[in-house]
C-alpha cells in the first residue's frame, strides 16, 4: 500500500517569497493533518481536515498560512509571504477517519523549508 | 506550561544496556497516549500505544499513570538500531499534541 507522498522534499526560498506544498495522503483516509516541527522540536498540528472541511485551524497563523483540500483527497499548505521563522519540515499525514475509537496517523516524509 | 514535557536528552547509552524515558501532560481531559519514533531526517512512527495496564512489545514497555499524569517508556537489552528521537504523544479528540522528543544514541 503506498504511503503518504509529498512534494517538494527540499525547498529554499528567500524571505517574503511564497511558496506551496503538497500532499497525497493514503487511498481512502478521510482526515489529513499539517503539522509543522522546528529543528529540536516535535511536530505541531496546524491544520486538520476531514474529507474537504476543516475540522482544527487553530494554530494555523492565518495571516499568513492557508491550506485547501477541494476535492478531500489531496492537499496543498501555502506560506505567503514567508518568515525566517518558518524554517521547518512541514509533514503531512493522513488517518481512516472512522468512528469509533482512534485512528492511526501515518505520516508522509515532509517538505523541508529553509528560509534566507 | 507545555501539554506535553519530557527530557529532550541526548541519552548515550551503552549496547545491551537498559534506558528508560519519561513523560508528563498537562490536560488530564487527554483520551490516548502513545510513543513514536522518528529517525533522523525521517517521518515520525507509531512505536506503541500505551495504557494503564502497561503494554510490552519485545524488548519495549509502556506505562502510564493516569493519576500523575505520567508515561514512561522503557527499552531493555538496548541495539544500535535503537538510535533515534522518542516522541511522547498524546491524543485528545483525534488531535495529536507531541512533546519535543528525547534523543536516544545507543554506543556500541
Known amino acids: 500500500e503506498a504511503g503518504v507522498a509529498q512534494s517538494p522534499r527540499y525547498k529554499i526560498i528567500e524571505k517574503r517569497q511564497s511558496v506551496a506544498f503538497w500532499c497525497n495522503p493514503i487511498?481512502?483516509?478521510?482526515?489529513l493533518y499539517w503539522y509543522q516541527q522546528i529543528l529540536g522540536q516535535g511536530p505541531k498540528l496546524l491544520i486538520q481536515?476531514?474529507?474537504?472541511?476543516?475540522?482544527?485551524d487553530s494554530q494555523l497563523p492565518k495571516d499568513r498560512f492557508s491550506a485547501e483540500r477541494l476535492k478531500g483527497v489531496d492537499s496543498t499548505l501555502k506560506i505567503q509571504p514567508a518568515k525566517l521563522e518558518d524554517s521547518a519540515v512541514y509533514l503531512c499525514a493522513s488517518s481512516p477517519g472512522l468512528a469509533g475509537g482512534f485512528n492511526e496517523q501515518f505520516f508522509g516524509p515532509g517538505t523541508r523549508l529553509t528560509v534566507l | 506550561r507545555k501539554e506535553v514535557e519530557q527530557d529532550p536528552g541526548p541519552f548515550n547509552v551503552p549496547e545491551g544496556a537498559t534506558v528508560a524515558f519519561n513523560c508528563t501532560y498537562s490536560n488530564s481531559a487527554s483520551q490516548s497516549f502513545f510513543w513514536y519514533r522518528q529517525d533522523c531526517r525521517k517521518e515520525p512512527k507509531l512505536l506503541m500505544s500505551v495504557y494503564s495496564s502497561g503494554n510490552e512489545d519485545g524488548r519495549f514497555t509502556a506505562q502510564l499513570n493516569r493519576a500523575s499524569q505520567y508515561i514512561s517508556l522503557l527499552i531493555r537489552d538496548s541495539k544500535l538500531s535503537d538510535s533515534a528521537t522518542y516522541l511522547c504523544v498524546v491524543n485528545r479528540n483525534e488531535k495529536l499534541t507531541f512533546g519535543t522528543g528525547t534523543r536516544l544514541t545507543i554506543i556500541p
Open positions: 487511498s481512502g483516509h478521510a482526515t
Open positions: 481536515f476531514q474529507n474537504n472541511g476543516v475540522v482544527d
